[in-house]
């Protein structure tokens, strides 16, 4: 990093304190992992937002989901979207549809996000399992007066109880 504040300050400035990128125009559409990547990080975006994760309205959710999509696609491709971009992006929305039915179901039913995209362990402490170091990321943690702690894996559309045997 001081290299790069040597070399243009200005642009130091930009990068590391405005957190600014330049947007690489010349990226026409998604592949599968960043496709994958953009769903999560809205659904990370929404569970690390308190007035969003109070939410249990679908139509509200679903805005929400919507709002954050569109705000990172332009972040990441610009205003003007391409035709693929475009059509990946109403993809993206109707699955964030169908999981803002399952998000507000689960608030009624009493769930409330915890935490989001959170590591099994730290680099300085991993955890240890038979001699072997365990990493991964847990796409959700939730809590539920009555029935405890669950985990929430987004690809699979399960949550995982750890009380219970696989």
């Known amino acids: 990093q001081f290299a790069s504040y040597l070399q243009c300050p200005f642009r130091f400035y930009l990068r590391h304190g405005l957190r ?7 990226r026409t559409e998604m592949d599968a992992m960043e496709f994958g990547s953009l ?4 659904l990370d975006a929404f569970a690390q937002d308190s ?7 679908a139509d509200q959710i679903r805005d929400a989901f919507h709002s954050i999509l ?9 205003a003007r979207l391409t035709v693929p971009v475009t059509i990946q992006r109403e993809s993206a929305r109707q ?6 039915e399952k998000e507000a179901e689960q608030r009624r039913e009493g769930w409330r996000i915890v935490a989001s995209e ?3 362990s730290s ?7 038979a001699g072997m170091a365990i990493s991964g990321r847990i796409d959700r943690i939730e809590r539920h007066e009555q029935q405890g702690v669950r985990l929430v894996d987004f690809k699979t ?4 109880d750890p009380r219970k045997k696989a």
């Open 157 to 160: 559309r399960s949550a995982f």
């Open 20 to 26: 600014m990128a330049e947007i690489d125009t010349s």
């Open 118 to 120: 959170t590591y099994l």
């Open 39 to 42: 769903l999560h990080g809205v």
């Open 123 to 129: 680099k300085d402490d991993p955890w240890m399992l």
């Open 95 to 100: 699955r964030l549809g169908w999981w803002a």
């Open 51 to 57: 007035d969003f994760r109070a939410l249990a309205d």
């Open 70 to 78: 569109d705000r990172r696609l332009h972040a990441a491709y610009g």
